[in-house]
């Protein structure tokens, strides 16, 4: 690495400790500060985030990064350094002080309204602030700047080149894969799933949930879980990353399948190359990436046969008043009911995808000014019937369930249907190279599949754009087509379709 690259390098080092400073104070806020903390931690947060601002953005760190780019003879990670410092920087620069100071504030109201008009199920006491959220968001894509629509500025800074030209085609094949098996499904028998609402102690079932994670490959000398009122993956560097959960004892699935998901986020930040770490390299590439690690734990290896043939015994040992009479069977069945219902984050995996599309479908009609924020739930509700045959029966079931847009987010549902999508290429390729693979979880053991997923995902951190690294990994772009076929085959099965 030449001069002024590594000048700046140890710069935005610094950039980046600061960022990691902030995120342990946000965890420390989402799990054990005292709520009279609140006011306080967020000036704390607010004076680190505009120091790391102002040293990303100042003169001296833009003439340091113009000289850097002109060096000649790179090696591969610096050039890959100074693309996403440059990435970085242009994103800090674009945004004008006042739009960035107005969104900051404009959210910070909007997600206290959002909570109690949710908890009133009172929509319009929220419109007003999302109003002002698509104004905010119409803006920041004019400032970020896009080629065809509003949308793909904001979408490109969670998921680096991904645009509505993209996704569009991505998502017609996923409704035409996810509708019509939904509709056979629902012609079938529907699966009784009330064991899981037994009464479940909540610490076994952490303790349960944590010799899992032990078991995949979770490294609890360089992380740790705790608990949450919403369940999270953060980190301060590769060899300390935080999970939480939240457990109710009326609900055996939120725990341990919530653990299994943070996990898979958790080990893809374990697994990131040393020599990236604690620089702009470090780190997850793209949220529908690390979504595809998470739903791959999830749900390919948690919520597979294969996976409860080694475990359910144990679980059994662990709850036997409650599991005693129930077969592995019935239990498998049981965590992959599938049915329609109007909340995404209790939505299984064949519906969830269609939650997905209907939010991402809105958001672009909000901000091409095709829908007002006063049509919004009728929207809302006609798209639930139109792709799940559901209505809400109010808006807190309906448009206000999620926190996304309060705290200004437009343009980041869509990565959790990619981190789908991709969850089964990925599954494609391992198998291709190990056959075994499913006898071998059926065994508890992962020694092939985390070493490969290191090998392929992890370790490359940023080094790679988002599309890079999944050609890499799996051969060929983003495709649909292993996904659909998946769905079909296991639920085919459990459905007797
Ligand atoms: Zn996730």
Not at 317 to 337: G, H, M, W
């Amino acid at each position: 690495m030449n001069e002024q690259s590594t000048q700046l390098k140890a710069r935005l080092a610094d950039v980046h400790n600061l960022n990691m400073a902030g995120a342990l104070l946000d965890w420390d806020q989402q799990t054990y500060m005292p709520s009279g903390g609140v006011e306080a931690r967020a000036e704390q947060r607010a004076t680190l985030s505009k120091i790391a601002h102002q040293l990303l953005t100042n003169d001296e760190t833009s003439k340091l990064l113009e000289q850097a780019e002109r060096e000649q003879n790179r090696d591969e990670t610096t050039t890959a350094f100074l693309r996403v410092a440059r990435r970085e920087f242009d994103h800090a620069t674009k945004l004008p002080a006042e739009l960035v100071e107005e969104t900051s504030r404009v959210t910070s109201i909007a997600q206290e309204e959002w909570a109690k008009a949710r908890a009133a199920s009172d929509y319009a006491h929220f419109a007003p602030h999302l109003e002002k959220i698509v104004d905010i968001n119409q803006r920041t894509a004019q400032a970020l700047g896009y080629e065809e629509k509003l949308y793909d500025a904001l979408l490109d800074q969670y998921e680096e080149g991904m645009t509505c030209a993209q996704l569009d085609p991505i998502f017609e094949q996923l409704k035409e894969a996810s509708i019509p098996l939904i509709g056979r499904i629902a012609q079938q028998p529907g699966i009784d799933d009330s064991i899981l609402a037994r009464d479940y102690d909540g610490e076994t079932q952490k303790a349960f949930a944590e010799r899992v994670l032990d078991e995949c490959g979770f490294d609890f000398n360089r992380g740790r879980q705790d608990l949450s009122v919403h369940p999270f993956c953060t980190n301060f560097g590769r060899d300390d990353v935080r999970i939480t959960t939240r457990l109710n004892t009326n609900d055996l699935q939120s725990a341990l399948f919530g653990s299994l998901h943070e996990m898979g986020h958790a080990m893809y930040e374990q697994g990131i190359a040393p020599d990236l770490d604690g620089n702009v390299l470090g780190g997850g590439v793209s949220l529908g990436v690390h979504e595809s690690q998470s739903r791959l734990w999830e749900n390919l290896v948690g919520r597979s046969r294969a996976f409860w043939k080694h475990n359910y015994r144990r679980l059994q040992e662990t709850f036997p008043a409650q599991l005693n009479d129930v077969s592995e069977d019935d239990f498998y069945r049981a965590i992959n009911k599938v049915e329609p219902s109007c909340i995404r984050v209790e939505a299984d995996e064949v519906t969830y995808n269609l939650h997905i599309i209907l939010r991402y479908e809105m958001e672009n009609d909000l901000l091409e000014g095709r829908l007002s924020v006063a049509d919004a739930p009728a929207a809302w509700n006609a798209k639930m019937q139109q792709y799940l045959g559901v209505t809400p029966p109010d808006d807190a079931h309906g448009i206000l369930q999620d926190v996304h847009w309060s705290i200004g987010a437009m343009g980041y549902f869509p990565t959790y249907s990619l981190g789908n999508i991709l969850s089964a290429q990925l599954w494609n390729r391992v198998l291709e190279d190990a056959p075994n693979l499913e006898s071998q979880i059926a065994r508890g053991d992962f020694s092939v599949l985390l070493p490969w997923l290191r090998e392929n995902i992890h370790r490359h951190g940023k080094t790679y754009t988002p599309k890079q690294l999944v050609q890499r990994a799996t051969g060929t772009s983003l495709d649909v087509a292993p996904y659909a076929k998946y769905l079909n085959d296991k639920f085919g099965a459990i459905y007797s379709l």
